[in-house]
Every structure is written in C-alpha cells, then in structure tokens.
C-alpha cells in the first residue's frame, strides 16, 4: 500500500487511506480545499527529512488524490 514517490528530487512517503479510514476532515495543501470524511485520499511525508521518521510522520499532510498527483 505504502509506497515512495520522488518530486523535485525529494523523497516523500505516500500512505493511501481507504474511504472507510478517512474520519476526520482535512485541509489539502493542493488546492486548500476541505477533505470531507469519508473521501479516500493519500496522506504524505518527507521520506529523506533530516527530523527523525516520528517527527516526519506527525508533520505528514492529507492531499487529495488528485491534488498530490498534479502536485
Ligand atoms: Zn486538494
């Protein structure tokens, strides 16, 4: 499921989250549009931060699928 993506030549995590997953509603750094609960999307973080993968991990951001696509 989990997987890692490389845009401008950094490296992030991407983690799907399933429709059922999706309870709480985020504000995507896309298009700062809402992610309403229940909309299956991708959580994503810094795969190669200097922080450690904690910190990396709390500072994760919800995008829409799309949005990260484009992104
Ligand atoms: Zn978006």
Redesign the pocket.
């Known amino acids: 499921m989990r997987r890692t993506e490389i845009k401008r030549s950094r490296e992030y995590t991407v983690q799907p989250i399933r429709a059922e997953r999706a309870v709480k509603s985020y504000i995507?750094?896309?298009?700062?549009?809402e992610?309403l609960p229940g909309t299956a999307h991708v959580a994503v973080w810094q795969a190669d931060s200097i922080m450690s993968d904690d910190s990396a991990l709390a500072d994760r951001r919800h995008?829409?699928n799309?949005?990260w696509k484009v992104a």
């Open positions: 995507c750094p896309g298009c700062s549009g992610i995008w829409h799309h949005c």
